[in-house]
C-alpha cells in the first residue's frame, strides 16, 4: 500500500493517470484515451461530483509540461473496470486499501480541524456576548445618568435662590454622562470587534445568520445628544 501514490483535490483522495498507467503496466497515453472516452461518454460526475480532473505534469527530464488526470474513487473505479489479468486484480485491491486510508486520514483531520473551529466559534461568541452586557450595562447606566443630569438642571432653575448649590451638582451630572458617553462609545466598539471575529470564524455556516439574530436583538443604538 506504501507505493501507492495518492494526492488530494477538493478535500478527496485521488490518483494521478500517470500512476495508475505505472502500476498497471500501460502506456500513459492509453490510459488518457480511456479516461477521455468515458468523459465523452457523458460519464463525468456521479450525484454532482466530479470523477475526472484535468491537471499537468512537468517531465524529470526536457522539464516540459504535459497534460494528466487525477480520478478520486470512483472515477478510478470505472476506469479500471476493464483492467484485466492477476496483476491487475492486486494492483485493484492495493489502490482500494490505499483510498481507505487515506479518506480515513482526510476525515480524522477534519474532525480535527472542525473541533478546532467549534471552540474558535464558541470563544467568539463568548466574547460578543460578553460585549453585549456590558454595552447594555454601560447604555442604562447612560441612561439614568442623563436622567439625573435632567433633574438636576430643572431643580437648579426652579430654585436659583440656590443657584450655587444646584448649579454644582448640575455641573457633577454633566460630567459624569460625558464620561459614560465616552465609555459607551468604548463598549460599542468593542462589540463591534467581536463582531467581526465572529464573523471572521463563523459566516458560512447555516446558524450564521439566526445565531446573529439572537446575539444582537434589540442592540440598543447609540444616543445623540440634540
Known sequence: MNDIIL????????????????RFGKEHRN??????????EGVLKIEQTPLFFKSEYTHPQNHQKYPMYLMNRDGFSLLAM??????????KLKYIAAFNAMEKQLAAQHKEQRAVQDANIQNAIDRVIEARKKLDENTA??????????????????????CG?????????????????NVV????????????????????????????DSLLDGLPTEKKEE
Not at 7 to 22: I, L
Not at 82 to 91: L, N
Not at 141 to 162: I, P
Not at 167 to 176: E, S
Request: overall charge neutral; glycine content about 6%.
Open 165 to 181: 448649590e444646584f448649579k454644582a451638582i448640575y455641573g457633577q451630572h454633566c460630567d459624569t454622562v460625558r464620561t459614560m458617553e
Open 141 to 162: 447606566f447612560l441612561d439614568e445618568c442623563r436622567k439625573n443630569r435632567e433633574d438636576s438642571k430643572a431643580k437648579y432653575m426652579q430654585v436659583k435662590a440656590l
Open 185 to 212: 462609545r468604548g463598549s460599542q466598539s468593542f462589540l463591534t470587534n467581536a463582531i467581526d471575529s465572529l464573523t471572521i470564524v463563523a459566516k458560512g455556516y447555516p446558524f450564521y445568520a439566526a445565531l446573529m
Open 7 to 22: 494526492s488530494t483535490q477538493n478535500g478527496e483522495p485521488v490518483a494521478s493517470s500517470r500512476d495508475v498507467a505505472k
Open 31 to 40: 490510459v488518457m484515451r480511456d479516461i477521455e472516452n468515458l468523459m465523452s
Open 82 to 91: 476493464g483492467f484485466t489479468g492477476k496483476e491487475a486484480v492486486q494492483w
